[in-house]
């Protein structure tokens, strides 16, 4: 979340609306973008952080999927037909207003129309290609994790040396082991199993949106709309169903149920083989929160306080059993 800070760097001058063709009522800040009231329909206003070649992919595989799959975000293009507007050095761009309510994960309805939802997208998405190879996962998991393992030693390193260490650094220093080990676990898993024979396997190759918070899929008519496809890339779909998973289940002591009740429903409108199940497996045994915690922390990733840095990190140590029970029930799943 970039908060405060973040909003005010932005130039909500009158004229760069008009650029966009756009008269302007009132504008609201909403997370991290502004909600605009126009005389043409409520608009998102986006300060865009990456290259005019990113955002040319997103609006690429956004075209593409939505030829067979129409709820996803819109962007509005501007007078010289162009989807953003570098405006006193920025780029911006705006976007049509997906209507809906966010998706409650507490809600067994609402999960199992995102994964529905989710099963067409993917779907729909099959066959789209890219040239930017940093949007190009696919058959680059192994490596990434082994990289992994590779910074959880250099976090180490930057724990020990301090000479004070704090109650963050003495938590890491307890659990780290444990942790390299799971990564090391999950490397091995994979190595043994169907990976890269997928990873060559057209169909199970999508679009994967890499971001499934809650606030990124919208429910209307019990219908489900993906937004924020700034992280969007190019993999094996249980990368995705991965990713949509772990983020319903941590806050619910790792429930097993709302794992099997989504991926029953992406199964309604996509299909998953006893190979991705397994391979999805593989990639649950990766230790995501704790991983990314050590790395927010030891790298500055996040402006955040010290007190906020540790009660996380308390809070993510405490779901190491619910996850170890959770990973046994997956491997009777399937």
Request: charge should be negative; hydrophobic fraction near 35%; proline fraction near 1%.
């Amino acid at each position: 979340m970039l908060g405060k800070k973040y909003l005010s760097e932005y130039d909500l001058c009158i004229d760069l609306f008009n650029k966009f063709d756009l008269n302007v009522i009132d504008v609201v800040p909403v997370r991290n973008v502004y909600m605009a009231s126009t005389d043409k329909g409520n608009k998102i206003l986006k300060k865009v952080e990456y290259t005019i070649e990113e955002l040319k992919y997103i609006d690429d595989l956004l075209n593409y999927i939505r030829n067979k799959f129409d709820r996803v975000i819109s962007f509005v293009r501007n007078k010289d037909g162009k989807i953003y507007t570098i405006w006193n050095g920025d780029m911006y761009c705006i976007m049509d207003v997906v209507q809906g309510s966010e998706c409650n994960f507490s809600n067994p309805v609402d999960i199992s129309i995102a994964a529905r939802a989710l099963g067409e997208m993917h779907a729909a998405s099959e066959g789209f290609k890219t040239s930017l190879s940093n949007k190009y996962n696919n058959g680059k998991l192994i490596d990434d994790f082994k990289r992994r393992v590779q910074e959880m030693d250099f976090f180490k390193s930057i724990a020990m040396s301090h000479e004070r260490k704090n109650e963050f650094d003495e938590m890491f220093l307890k659990n780290e082991e444990y942790y390299i080990d799971e990564i090391k676990n999950c490397v091995s898993l994979l190595e043994d199993s169907c990976y890269y024979k997928l990873c060559s396997e057209e169909d199970k190759v999508v679009v994967c949106h890499h971001d499934l918070a809650h606030h990124n899929i919208l429910i209307r008519n019990e219908k489900a709309y993906f937004i924020d496809f700034d992280y969007a890339i190019i993999d094996l779909k249980i990368h995705d169903l991965c990713n949509f998973i772990s983020k319903v289940i941590k806050n619910f002591c790792f429930d097993i149920n709302k794992a099997d009740t989504i991926i029953e429903n992406y199964c309604i409108t996509n299909s998953l083989n006893k190979r991705e199940l397994e391979v999805l497996y593989a990639m649950f045994t990766f230790p995501e929160d704790f991983y990314s915690i050590c790395k927010d922390y030891y790298t500055r990733r996040k402006d955040w306080g010290e007190d906020i840095f540790l009660s996380r990190f308390k809070k993510k140590i405490l779901y190491k059993e619910d996850r170890e029970e959770f990973l046994r029930n997956f491997r009777k799943l399937i």
